[in-house]
């Protein structure tokens, strides 16, 4: 039986990290894995309809980031830890690094208060606290995620949001990345797609968490 493996996708609106999930579910598939794609916030009938909220409700950081948190919990009890025990490998686009990089630097909200929460929603009942095996951080300059937004569809909430919005944004990912830089692939998302998609599967092959069967 398989080990299951949480990977998490995470990027700024416009970063293409939406476009390479499914070249790697692929990749998984053909190497004879089990694999769930899910996004936050989503992922259960309950965390769609807070990721709604989110996206199109007006309110402030505290109530974003308790709504996030929320839908996160319902996502890890009902669909990420029953994948996982089951030695699925789970594919997210989106985990907890977004919730510090748009509610912390984005907006400004108390770090410390995410880090509480983090805990309060992903500590494991025998010690731990649930995190990503590998998270893809799909790094790119925010004047150039917000050129590819404009050609590609109408924004939501956050899309919207200027262009210094995102300059936070892109530093809230750096600083996590720092912070845990074992449990980051840094990828450039700025080349062409093809190119992008083969510096995520190397990455992976590279981790020994996607094999050839």
């Known amino acids: 039986m398989h080990k299951g493996l949480f990977i998490s996708f995470e990027g700024i609106d416009g970063a293409g990290k939406s476009s390479h999930i499914q070249a790697l579910e692929q990749a998984f598939v053909a ?9 936050e916030p989503g992922g259960t009938p309950l965390a769609e309809k807070l990721r709604n909220m989110v996206l199109h409700d007006s309110m402030d ?25 089951r030695g699925d490998v789970v594919l997210c686009d989106r985990f907890t690094d977004a919730t510090f990089a748009y509610q912390g630097a984005g907006r400004g909200f108390d770090w410390q208060v995410l880090v509480q929460l983090e805990h309060w929603v992903q500590d494991l009942p025998h010690g731990g606290m649930r995190q990503p095996d590998v998270t893809v951080w799909f790094a790119l300059d925010p004047s150039l995620a917000a050129q ?22 892109h530093q809230g990912y750096a600083d996590r990345a720092t912070a845990d830089p074992d449990r980051f692939v840094q990828i450039d998302a700025s080349g062409e797609l093809e190119q992008v998609r083969q510096a995520v599967l190397q990455a992976l092959y590279a981790r020994g968490h996607l094999t050839n069967q």
């Open 31 to 39: 190497a004879g894995r089990q694999v769930l794609r899910s996004r």
């Open 148 to 169: 590819r937004l404009r050609a590609a569809r109408l924004p939501d909430r956050f899309e919207s949001q200027p262009l210094s919005f995102f300059q936070s944004v």
């Open 61 to 85: 950081p505290l109530c974003e980031a308790l709504l996030v948190f929320a839908a996160r919990r319902d996502h890890l009890n009902q669909v990420i830890e029953p994948a996982l025990q």
